[in-house]
C-alpha cells in the first residue's frame, strides 16, 4: 500500500486533475473526473491503511525509508512529459508550447508537494519524505 497508494495513486489524482482540466473534449473531461473520483477513495482508503499499520509497528517508517533510500530517482519519461505539453498547450504555437511546458512544470510541483503531504501525514520526517517523494516511475506512478 506504500508505494502503491502514497507515492503512486497519490499522483495520479495530481495528473487526473491536470487531465480533466485541459481534456479537449467534455467526454474526455467527464471521464477523466471519474477516474479521479474513484482514485481518491484508492488513496483515501491506501492513506487509511498505512496510518494504522504505522500506529501498529511505529519501527516500520524508518525500516521503509530504509528500503527505497538507495534508489536512483528515475526522473519522467520524455515521451509522457512532450505529451501532456501539447495536451496543455492545445496547440502547435510557440507561445502554446511555451504554455504547456509551464502548466507541466507545474504540475510535477503539484504531485512533488502532494507527495511530501502524504509523507509527512504519516509521519515521516521531512528530510526522508524529501527523498522518498522523488521515488516515482517514469510514467508519474
Not at 491506501?46 to 534508489?71: F, I, N, Q, T
Not at 498547450?89 to 511546458?101: K, L, Q, V
Request: glycine share 8%; hydrophobic share 50%; charged share 20%.
Amino acid at each position: 500500500h506504500f508505494l502503491l497508494s502514497v507515492l503512486g495513486e497519490g499522483t495520479f489524482l495530481s495528473l487526473l486533475s491536470f487531465l480533466e482540466r485541459y481534456a479537449p473534449d467534455p467526454v474526455s473531461r467527464r471521464v477523466t473526473h471519474l477516474a479521479l473520483a474513484d482514485e481518491a477513495r484508492h488513496v483515501a482508503f491506501g492513506m487509511a491503511h498505512m496510518e494504522a499499520v504505522l500506529s501498529a509497528d511505529p519501527g516500520l517508517r524508518a525500516r521503509l525509508a530504509l528500503r527505497y533510500a538507495g534508489a536512483t530517482p528515475p526522473g519522467l519519461n520524455g515521451e509522457v512529459f512532450a505529451a501532456l505539453v501539447v495536451l496543455a498547450a492545445g496547440a502547435f504555437t510557440p507561445a502554446a508550447i511555451a504554455e504547456g511546458f509551464a502548466r507541466v512544470q507545474a504540475l510535477e510541483a503539484d504531485m512533488d508537494e502532494g507527495r511530501h503531504r502524504r509523507l509527512a501525514k504519516l509521519g515521516f520526517p521531512q528530510e526522508e519524505a524529501a527523498a522518498l517523494a522523488e521515488l516515482h516511475t517514469r510514467n508519474f506512478m
